[in-house]
C-alpha cells in the first residue's frame, strides 16, 4: 500500500469520526443529558481540534515528501 493511500484513509477515518461525534451529541441532547448550546460547543472544538491535526498531517507529509523529493 502506498503512504499516500494510507494518507488518504486516515483522513476519511477522520471523517466519519467526525460524522459518529456529531451524532453522539445528537442523541446526548434528545435524551436532555447536554442542551444544545452545550452540544454546539463541543461539536464546535472537536471540529476545530480535527481540522488542526489534519493541518499537522498535511505539513508533516509535505516535510516528508519535499526531503524524499530532495534526496532523489
Do not use: H
Request: hydrophobic fraction near 40%; proline fraction near 0%.
Amino acid at each position: 500500500m502506498k503512504l499516500f493511500d494510507i494518507v488518504r484513509k486516515a483522513l476519511f477515518a477522520g471523517l466519519g469520526a467526525q460524522e459518529k461525534v456529531k451524532e453522539l451529541i445528537d442523541e446526548l441532547v434528545k435524551k436532555g443529558e447536554l442542551n444544545k448550546s452545550q452540544g454546539a460547543k463541543i461539536i464546535k472544538a472537536w471540529t476545530e481540534k480535527a481540522s488542526k491535526k489534519r493541518e499537522d498531517i498535511n505539513k508533516t507529509m509535505s516535510e516528508i515528501i519535499g526531503k524524499t523529493i530532495g534526496k532523489m
